[in-house]
């Protein structure tokens, strides 16, 4: 069982930047994949970027290539999503979520409660 706590959201200018936190509980952190995904009012929830169990392959949305990093720390059991050159459009409940495997066909297991961000323009 994985328990995922995100923090980091709130309001902001449109170019400005935010990074996402992602807390995991349990000792299995480094053996999942760590993926955000973003869901806007109105819109399906989509795919962000991911990050593999090791650290050494990550994945991102054409929409915030270039812009978003992904990044873990295993040791502090915890991911993270820099967001910059932020756009009106980026505005949406943030989530953060664990699986085992590498591969945008994997369902993932675990989610956290999400946390918002809203650029405005």
């Known amino acids: 069982q994985v328990q995922l706590v995100e923090s980091g959201g709130g309001l902001v200018q449109a170019g400005g930047s935010l990074r996402l936190s992602c807390a995991a509980s349990?000792?299995?952190?480094?053996?999942?994949?760590m993926g955000w995904f973003r869901q806007a009012p109105g819109k399906e929830r989509e795919f962000v970027a991911a990050i593999k169990w090791s650290g050494d392959s990550t994945d991102y949305a054409n929409s915030v290539k270039g812009r978003f990093t992904i990044s873990r720390d295993n040791a502090k059991n915890t991911a993270y999503l820099q967001m910059n050159s932020l756009k009106p459009d980026d505005t949406a409940v943030y989530y953060c979520a664990a699986v085992k495997g590498w591969g945008r066909e994997y369902e993932y297991d675990y989610w956290g409660q999400g946390t918002r961000v809203t650029v405005s323009s």
């Open positions: 349990g000792r299995t952190f480094s053996m999942y994949t």
